[in-house]
DNA sequence: GAACACCCTGTAGTAGCTTTAGGGTCAAGT
DNA sequence: ACTTGACCCTAAAGCTACTACAGGGTGTTC
């Protein structure tokens, strides 16, 4: 029966992760390090696939990595009840149904200002640029502020 | 007839912003460096008050600064047209929805983990850590990678 | 002349990576 | 034996949009 054992990027193809991501979360203590060959090259066996699998997941879920540390705490002692799991999760569920909300705010702010400009015409004139040089920006509340609409830039590989 | 004239504290009280963050744009090259006095404060008149309105507006409907770069310059080209304002704006509006239903795949993944474990029992058996093992996330596609759900943290004043 | 609110610069820290620089390892090919 | 090329290594810097800090100057009031 032989093991696994895989390099990091024999790893990191498997997972769909970047190789730097996986030496990343090594850094930050996500994962422990792991055993190496002669030549100094980490070699994965399955219970580090399995906790980078873990991880990689909760990412997917955007959990961060805070968030994830706590999960890996929890998993890590066996013989505890799973309501510390389920507050994570329940307080990560909250945190996206907020951001929706505020999303969808933001989205008929802008379709209101964009409406205003339907030719176009000149920049002198530009109704869109009016809107957003008032005080107060139209009369409608302003969009809560804080929160960042765009991700992270997408991934190589 | 007395023109406007602020110091840096009294622009950032008027239009919500934190002083460090008004710095933070003339170091961007976003707002150009102002007057100073004798002592070397900065002194703000009213086009540059007009400019931080935008700027502020901009980023309340969570524009990025290039976004924003890219609306100051076509603002001071009054004689063209206004194209380029309307494709900045499309394509953020396009950001907006991308990332609502980026979001709302995300909370129904969320949902579903959550709704396996209803009731406390201990880690060992949690189905939600059972859940986040799996190789590929349950059965239903993963979340689209790489969009962020925590907003900036809250500023102060 | 001392207290105090305000201002200045410069630097470092935040999250979650990504990129770059400058090298070492190892199997295959000539 | 030697070189090519794919892979691996570390350490440090860069990214966004700020925020916070250290260490000091200014200006008004008591």
Redesign the pocket.
């Known amino acids: 029966m032989t093991t696994i054992q895989?390099?990091?990027?024999?790893?990191?193809e498997q997972l769909e992760?970047?190789?730097?991501?996986?030496?990343?979360?090594?850094?930050?203590g996500l994962m422990p390090?792991?055993r190496?060959?002669?030549?100094?090259?980490?070699?994965y066996d399955a219970p580090l696939v399995d906790r980078l699998t873990f991880?990689r997941n909760c990412?997917a879920l955007d959990?961060?990595?805070?968030?994830?540390r706590e999960l890996l705490r929890l998993r890590d002692a066996p013989e505890q009840d799973c309501t510390g799991v389920n507050d994570v999760l329940d307080a990560h569920i909250d945190h996206v149904c907020e951001r929706i909300n505020a999303l969808r705010r933001l989205k008929v702010q802008l379709q209101g200002l964009r409406e205003r400009c339907r030719q176009a015409h000149t920049v002198e004139e530009c109704e869109i640029l009016s809107g957003l040089s008032a005080p107060a920006l139209a009369s409608t509340p302003l969009a809560s502020?804080?929160l960042?609409v765009?991700g992270?830039?997408?991934?190589?590989r």
Chains 1, 2 share one sequence.
């Open positions: 895989l390099r990091i990027g024999e790893l990191a992760l970047p190789v730097e991501t996986i030496r990343y979360y090594e850094r930050e390090p792991p190496r060959t002669d030549g100094n090259y980490r070699v991880i990412r959990m961060t990595l805070n968030e994830i502020r804080h960042p765009h992270r830039k997408g991934s190589k």
